[in-house]
């Protein structure tokens, strides 16, 4: 079954009956009126999504215009029946014109006339206008149902989204606050290693260099470690070389799936540091701007991760916060 989807507007279509008689109205306190018609509107892109099928969508546009059809021509009747002769009424395109309805003659029994013409006239419009509902009613109940299927269905969705993001933001909250990361770079010009101490036995980039972690070297979390790497990277007068230990990234990506949050390493750097960063060889790598240009580049926005946490920055390099070794 093929589905589109179109768009639906619920209308009060003002019937108006007593300005469309004039001075030839008079009120039957008999007679139940009815002011407005609810109709929904089928309207192709505009008004309210809804998925319908072809044949729904030709279903339901001809059933309101047959409503509003039957609608017109009804206060035409009633028009021409206090006297007017010259009229027209489309409520389908909401466009009509007619002469005005002056005082009728003061014959004798002119009012008593008036009187029975118009309450004729009203009973018969009531009777028309019943008839147009009624017809019309199993059309509006399916799109009504559809209508609150839909808004059902649309609210649920977002709610879901909602606690889809407030548990990625509670995951990737916890696993930035644990002070598990280390960064430690030889000497000027030499690489910065990013390692975490919490893994068993140091890393093979850690060996090479000789490094390990003393008493004076205090473990930082991932935000501290966002905030020093990038505060390197803006003070630096060439490329930062950061090498991220290949088991810290995949024992990241792991705690990440274990919250069910499905996140690259890159993905999950970006929402501590920043957009700043590009892919590298070894991890992440902050893209440089020469120093001649620093002045003129895109001041950092802070408050905030990409992902709406606290802490961090949403874009640019970070000025403060932990400064490293």
Same mark, same amino acid.
């Given at each position: 079954?093929?589905?589109? /989807?179109?768009?639906?507007?619920?209308?009060?279509?003002? +019937?108006? #009956?007593? #300005?469309?008689?004039?001075?030839?109205?008079?009120?039957? =306190?008999?007679?139940?009126?009815?002011?407005?018609?609810?109709?929904? $509107?089928?309207?192709?892109?505009?008004? &309210?999504?809804?998925?319908?099928?072809?044949?729904?969508?030709?279903?339901?546009?001809?059933? *309101?215009?047959?409503?509003?059809?039957?609608?017109?021509? *009804?206060?035409?009747?009633?028009?021409?029946?206090?006297? !007017?002769?010259?009229?027209?009424?489309?409520?389908?395109?909401?466009?009509?014109?007619?002469?005005?309805? !002056?005082?009728?003659? @003061? /014959?004798?029994?002119? %009012?008593? $006339?008036?009187?029975?013409?118009?309450?004729?006239?009203?009973?018969?419009?009531?009777?028309?206008?019943?008839?147009?509902? &009624?017809?019309?009613?199993?059309?509006?109940?399916?799109?009504?149902? $559809?209508?609150?299927?839909?808004? *059902?269905?649309?609210?649920?969705?977002?709610?879901?989204?909602?606690?889809?993001?407030?548990?990625? @933001?509670?995951?990737?909250? %916890?696993?930035? +606050?644990?002070?598990?990361?280390?960064?430690?770079?030889?000497?000027?010009?030499?690489?910065?290693?990013?390692?975490?101490?919490?893994?068993?036995?140091?890393? #093979?980039?850690?060996?090479?260099?000789?490094?390990?972690?003393?008493?004076?070297?205090?473990?930082?979390?991932?935000?501290?470690?966002?905030?020093?790497?990038?505060?390197?990277?803006?003070?630096?007068?060439?490329?930062?070389?950061?090498?991220?230990?290949?088991?810290?990234?995949?024992?990241?990506?792991?705690?990440?799936?274990?919250?069910?949050?499905?996140?690259?390493?890159?993905? /999950?750097?970006?929402? +501590?540091? !920043?957009?700043? /960063?590009? =892919?590298?060889?070894?991890?992440?790598?902050?893209?440089?701007?020469?120093?001649?240009?620093? #002045?003129?580049?895109?001041?950092?926005?802070?408050?905030?991760?990409?992902?709406?946490?606290?802490?961090?920055?949403? !874009?640019?390099?970070?000025?403060?916060?932990?400064?490293?070794?």
């Amino acid at each position: 079954m093929t589905t589109k /989807w179109t768009g639906v507007s619920l209308e009060n279509v003002r +019937l108006d #009956a007593a #300005a469309i008689a004039g001075m030839g109205f008079r009120p039957d =306190p008999s007679v139940a009126l009815p002011e407005r018609v609810e109709v929904y $509107r089928i309207l192709d892109g505009r008004g &309210e999504p809804l998925p319908c099928t072809p044949a729904e969508h030709e279903r339901w546009e001809l059933a *309101a215009v047959a409503c509003l059809g039957r609608l017109s021509r *009804a206060l035409e009747d009633f028009y021409r029946a206090h006297g !007017g002769t010259m009229i027209e009424i489309d409520l389908v395109t909401g466009r009509g014109s007619r002469y005005g309805i !002056g005082r009728p003659r @003061r /014959w004798p029994g002119w %009012e008593r $006339r008036a009187v029975e013409r118009s309450a004729r006239a009203q009973r018969v419009l009531a009777l028309e206008v019943g008839r147009a509902v &009624e017809e019309y009613g199993p059309v509006r109940a399916e799109v009504a149902l $559809r209508v609150a299927e839909a808004r *059902a269905a649309r609210r649920a969705a977002m709610e879901a989204e909602q606690r889809a993001t407030r548990h990625r @933001r509670t995951v990737l909250d %916890e696993l930035a +606050l644990r002070r598990v990361w280390h960064h430690r770079s030889a000497g000027p010009g030499e690489p910065v290693l990013v390692r975490r101490v919490d893994l068993p036995g140091p890393s #093979a980039e850690a060996v090479a260099s000789g490094d390990s972690v003393t008493e004076d070297q205090e473990p930082v979390t991932a935000r501290e470690l966002a905030d020093a790497l990038n505060a390197l990277a803006v003070r630096a007068e060439s490329p930062v070389d950061i090498r991220w230990d290949e088991r810290a990234r995949a024992a990241t990506e792991a705690e990440c799936l274990a919250g069910e949050v499905r996140l690259t390493f890159l993905e /999950w750097w970006h929402d +501590l540091a !920043g957009p700043s /960063w590009r =892919p590298g060889p070894d991890g992440p790598a902050p893209v440089f701007v020469p120093p001649g240009q620093r #002045a003129s580049a895109p001041r950092p926005s802070f408050g905030g991760t990409g992902m709406g946490g606290t802490g961090g920055f949403t !874009g640019g390099h970070s000025y403060g916060g932990f400064g490293g070794y």
